[in-house]
């Protein structure tokens, strides 16, 4: 056999033969994987847009007597009751006249955000006129408010008993209002004088009381 033949036919040349086909695969398969991680199809990608959300604070002024809110159609009301120039139930003869007192007749309170300065006054009053009413005039009422509490650094004050008239009187200035525990408030009192014109019947006055903030 010829030396060609013979090494055709070796089992060892068949071997490294197919040794080295596999060498030829492994390398193909990975450049094969190479380029599958190099791909732009596989890159990693991000993007980026924007929402918003949006609120009015709105201010709160809330001006209340007795805690409840109070109207025309549903005022507070204080009845003095039974009086004379003579001061049954309680009245005090002072000058011929029969004084009737009513200290924390009703409360009031203003909570304001933001915080204010405030004055209360009563706007107008009036006296009604009814059947069989009283002739008692609209002065003999009067009427003061007091300051309980205020925010700090408030140097509100009380002007003092107030008689009724058709006019606007401030009763209470420089209130600063708060809400919570800043919150303004004081006592309503009331005082009313009875003399010997008075004739009998009902008398009732009403009276519009007005916060403003400064």
């Known amino acids: 056999m010829s030396g060609r033949g013979r090494l055709a036919a070796s089992p060892f040349f068949r071997v490294r033969h197919m040794f080295k086909f596999k060498i ?3 390398a193909l398969a990975t450049v094969a994987t190479i380029a599958v991680l190099a791909s732009p199809e596989a890159a990693a ?3 980026s847009n924007w929402v918003s959300a949006t609120a009015t604070v709105s201010s709160v002024f809330d001006f209340r007597i007795d805690g409840a809110d109070w109207s025309r159609l549903d005022p507070a009301v204080y009845d003095f009751g039974s009086v004379s120039h003579t001061g049954m139930n309680g009245g005090v003869i002072i000058a011929g006249r029969a004084y009737y007192t009513a200290n924390g007749a009703f409360t ?3 909570e304001s955000a933001p915080r204010r300065t405030v004055d209360v006054s009563f706007q107008n009053a009036t006296k009604l006129v009814e059947p069989a009413a009283g002739a008692m005039d609209l002065d003999q009422l009067a009427i003061r408010l007091t300051i309980t509490a205020q925010a700090s650094g408030g140097v509100g004050t009380s002007t003092g008993l ?5 006019g606007k009187e401030v009763l ?3 209130v600063l209002c708060g809400v919570g525990s800043s919150t303004g408030s004081g006592n ?3 005082e009313l004088y009875v003399d010997g014109n008075d004739r ?3 008398n009732t006055w009403e009276i519009e009381l007005v916060a403003e903030g400064i």
């Open 172 to 174: 209470v200035d420089d």
């Open 162 to 166: 107030t008689a009724l008239s058709t």
């Open 188 to 190: 309503i009192d009331l």
């Open 108 to 110: 009031w309170s203003v």
């Open 200 to 202: 009998q019947g009902v």
């Open 24 to 26: 030829v695969g492994r």
């Open 45 to 47: 990608q991000t993007d």
